[in-house]
């Protein structure tokens, strides 16, 4: 897999698993980080509280490239804020754009986010905007300076599955970008099966923290993410509607 | 002043740098917003808060 790096906003990157640092103990990081292989964490923006309370860039391993989040914010206007906030903080340039105004399904404004994107690519941010995959969206995103195009496999935190598989085939055969898939994937197949469609990466974060063994479902991950490139890679073999013999036919009893 | 939504009594003006280190807030991983407009950490020192600002420091927190 050495040869197959994942290329994203001028790095590269030898895991294609993205993983989410919500809803964890941030003392759990480290391992989950090492055993699935992810070298992109994602993170979230609040206001600090005073008095010395711990500090989650203490447990992210160094080797890992941060990418803040613009969750909480339901306009372009305030994604625009909370991203420009999290670069001062000084981990990089990446933010993935969030922006939702909904709070019972969680889904995002792709209008407002293709606002946001354009804004923040002029300012030099790599910007990973998470959508609805829709095809119009994905392409005026990728003409508004996206580094990648971040479909929802179903609702954030759902672990529902590839609801959306059939819309994020279109973005993969018809966007230059890379496709990282993102919310709702909650089992290691659904994410090797969306590796095996043709998607560059898959971020993962509720279906590992709400496991019962964190760490070993994100090696989980880490292995299916790598079966599904693979077997992209290898090209799936065909369908047919009848029976085709694996063994020779002929060359024994019915010669 | 108004810190992060909040009301925080300021008897004296004091540098962005100082108010940090004096509430036990790690300067190198935080972020500064004073009336709106976001502070390069380099101004911290050179920055005066005063009780009629409106501040918000925020940080990182996980997230997905």
Known sequence: ?255 | MKLNGKQFPLPEAVTISDFLKSQNYPDDKVAVELNGEIISRTKFKNITLKDSDEVEIVCFVGGG
């Open chain 1, 1 to 255: 897999m050495n040869n197959d790096t994942f290329k994203l906003g001028g790095k590269e990157f030898n895991s294609r698993f993205i993983l989410g640092s919500g809803k964890f103990n941030i003392d759990l990081i480290k391992s989950v980080a090492n055993e699935g292989g992810a070298e992109i964490i994602t993170l979230a923006l609040r206001r600090a509280n005073n008095g010395g309370e711990a500090n989650i860039l203490d447990y992210i391993p160094d080797n890992v490239t941060l990418l803040p989040n613009t969750s909480g914010a339901r306009t372009a206007e305030e994604a625009v804020r909370i991203a420009k906030l999290s670069r001062e903080i000084g981990c990089g340039n990446f933010v993935k754009i969030e922006i939702i105004p909904d709070s019972k399904y969680l889904m995002p404004n792709n209008h407002e986010t293709v606002k946001a994107t354009e804004i923040l690519s002029k300012e030099g941010f790599i910007v990973l905007p998470y959508v609805y995959p829709d095809l119009v969206i994905a392409k005026q995103l990728e003409s508004a300076g996206a580094s990648a195009v971040m479909p929802l496999a179903a609702p954030i935190g759902s672990n529902k599955g590839l609801v959306t598989k059939e819309f994020i085939k279109m973005l993969v055969e018809e966007i230059d970008l890379p496709i990282i898939v993102d919310a709702g994937i909650g089992k290691p197949s659904q994410a090797c099966e969306a590796m095996e469609l043709g998607v560059s990466a898959i971020m993962a974060n509720t279906a590992i923290a709400t496991a019962g063994n964190i760490s070993q479902m994100a090696k989980a991950f880490k292995l299916a993410i790598e079966a599904g490139r693979l077997a992209y890679l290898s090209g799936p073999g065909r369908v047919l509607n009848k029976g085709e013999a694996s063994s020779p036919l002929t060359g024994f009893l019915q010669d």
